[in-house]
């Protein structure tokens, strides 16, 4: 069976720090790109970063860049997601996903095809 699963999530104060963990069961996570993607009560599913699985490259939102950064532990099948200076802005629900990312007009596309069932960020005082 094909499965992700995310691990990271809590309670932090604003300026801290979450890693955020993707491990996959079943395939192996060096074929896809793997995305993140978050959802905060009562707003859309937005994209927030991904990595190729081709060269590696890597795409951040804007509202991340600079304190976001995603990478590849190919050993141990997961992907991270290392969150720092977190407001609470960032507070959601945070997915892990494996299909494609591309680069594209404003930013970057994506096509996933397995998603986890999420873990809960929370950024407050």
């Known amino acids: 069976q094909l499965q992700l699963v995310e691990s990271g999530g809590g309670l932090v104060q604003p300026g801290g720090s979450l890693r955020l963990s993707c491990a996959a069961s079943g395939f192996t996570l060096d074929y896809y790109a793997i995305g993140w993607f978050r959802q905060a009560p009562g707003k859309e599913r937005e994209g927030v970063s991904c990595?190729?699985?081709?060269?590696?490259?890597?795409y951040y939102a804007d509202s991340v860049k600079g304190r976001f950064t995603i990478s590849r532990d190919n050993a141990k099948n997961t992907v991270v997601l290392q969150m720092n200076s977190l407001k609470p802005e960032d507070t959601a629900v945070y997915y892990c996903?494996?299909?494609?990312?591309?680069?594209?007009?404003?930013?970057w596309g994506y096509g996933m095809d397995y998603w986890g069932k999420g873990t809960l960020v929370t950024v407050s005082s």
């Open positions: 996903a494996a299909g494609y990312c591309i680069a594209a007009m404003g930013g």
């Open positions: 990595i190729s699985s081709s060269d590696g490259s890597t």
